[in-house]
Every structure is written in structure tokens, then in C-alpha cells.
């Protein structure tokens, strides 16, 4: 079965500082790996993906990810933190292969605190 | 990206009655829509997965007749709360996904009194 774990239930942060949000894997086979932001009372917004090629992602509003299969590892990082930053964030993975189901499976979500 | 409405974005409704939520891809055909529940501070889990013109794929542990999910067109998706309880109270957010993008409704805050 596909599992995603977010280590830390809340990471604080000072604006202008660089941010990370940690997220690890396990899947059989080759994972599709997102990262999904919520703010509250509203549905999930899609940051970014990684499918197969370069380890490192671009998405949207300047976050990045990493992908690391020897450490299946797929943190977020922003180089420097707005306070606009701060909200809910949800690692997620789908795998595609036989009995996956091709579902998305959530992490427990890190909420993000960037402070002034 | 592609656009999922759900409707309505909140409600409340008296212990025992049935309340509707409609969940729309705008601008795309879904082949594919899932439903998900979401309690304060928690993830979102997965209740069942439609695919147009077929039956509902539950989830294990969620009820297929007090959780009806009709997907009658690849636009629309109804999830239908039937005999709805104060427990049922929760934040209930559909997705869509097209040839491969999954997307997000912006949430239904049902509270059941």
C-alpha cells in the first residue's frame, strides 16, 4: 500500500527566510508525487507534480520541491517566505501501477506560519 | 488550471433530512470524480471514486446507502447525505480529473444540527 508522511504537524518561519516542508513516501514502483496548499474553508490548490525527469520541480508561487528516490523524500522548499505563505499544505502520491488504484493519498498536512 | 465548482459551499440541516452537493468540472469532462471528507486539522480521506455512467467505488468503512453518489454526465457529480446526523457534520470536497490532472471543488461545510 501507498503511504506519504509529513513529519511535522506545524513549522514556523520569519518572512524573507527560507521555508521546508517535509514529506517521505512508500510506494512499490515509480510514485507520482504533488503537493497540494489549502487555505481555510476552501478546497485544495495544486502546487506542483513530479512525474518522472528532472528531481527538482518548479511550481506555482516561487515553491519548489526535490524529489529524492534513495531517501523517498519529496520536501517543499520556497527560497524566501511571504506571510501570504501561510496555510495548509498536503504532500500527496499516486501510484500508477497494478493495485494502486490510481489514487491520490494524502499526508496528514503541515500547517505553515510565516511570521513578520 | 481546470476549474470544479461545488454547490452549495456550505449548509445546515436538521438531524434526519437528506442534503444534496453538486460538484461541476467547468471546463473539462471528467471521466473520473472522488469524493473526500475532511475533519478540523485533518487530511482529506477518500470516500469513493465515480466514473461516469457506472457505480461508486466505496471506500472501505464509508456506507453506500447513507452516501450516495450519482455521476450521471462526465460534468457532474452528486454526493447525497441521506439521513444526515450531527457525526455526518464535516468539510466534503470533490475532485474531478480529465486525461490526467486531478482538481479540486473549493469544499462543502455541511453542519447537521
Known amino acids: 500500500a501507498q503511504s506519504v508522511a509529513q513529519p511535522e504537524d506545524q513549522v514556523n518561519v520569519a518572512e524573507g527566510n527560507p521555508l521546508t516542508v517535509k514529506c517521505t513516501y512508500s510506494v512499490s514502483g515509480n510514485p507520482y508525487l504533488f503537493w497540494y496548499v489549502q487555505y481555510p474553508n476552501r478546497g485544495l490548490q495544486f502546487l506542483l507534480k513530479?512525474?518522472?525527469?528532472?528531481?527538482l520541480v518548479k511550481g506555482s508561487y516561487g515553491f519548489e520541491a526535490e524529489f529524492n528516490k534513495s531517501q523517498t523524500s519529496f520536501h517543499l522548499k520556497k527560497p524566501s517566505a511571504l506571510v501570504s505563505d501561510s496555510a495548509l499544505y498536503f504532500c500527496a502520491v499516486r501510484y500508477t501501477g497494478r493495485g494502486g488504484g490510481n489514487k491520490l493519498t494524502f499526508g496528514t498536512g503541515t500547517q505553515l506560519k510565516v511570521e513578520l | 488550471g481546470a476549474v470544479v465548482s461545488q454547490h452549495p459551499s456550505w449548509v445546515i440541516c436538521k438531524s434526519g433530512t437528506s442534503v444534496k452537493i453538486e460538484c461541476r468540472s467547468l471546463d473539462f469532462q471528467a471521466t473520473t470524480m472522488f469524493w473526500y471528507r475532511q475533519f478540523p486539522k485533518q487530511s482529506l480521506m477518500l470516500m469513493a471514486t465515480?466514473?461516469?455512467?457506472?457505480?461508486?467505488?466505496?471506500e472501505q468503512g464509508v456506507e453506500k446507502d447513507k452516501f450516495l453518489i450519482n455521476h450521471a454526465s462526465l460534468t457532474l457529480s452528486t454526493l447525497t447525505v441521506t439521513s444526515a446526523h450531527p457525526e455526518d457534520s464535516s468539510f466534503y470536497i470533490c475532485?474531478?480529473?480529465?486525461?490526467?490532472?486531478?482538481?479540486f471543488g473549493p469544499g462543502t461545510r455541511l453542519t447537521v444540527l
Open positions: 465515480s466514473n461516469e455512467g457506472s457505480k461508486a467505488t466505496y
Open positions: 475532485s474531478a480529473r480529465g486525461s490526467n490532472e486531478q482538481f
Open positions: 513530479y512525474i518522472t525527469g528532472d528531481n
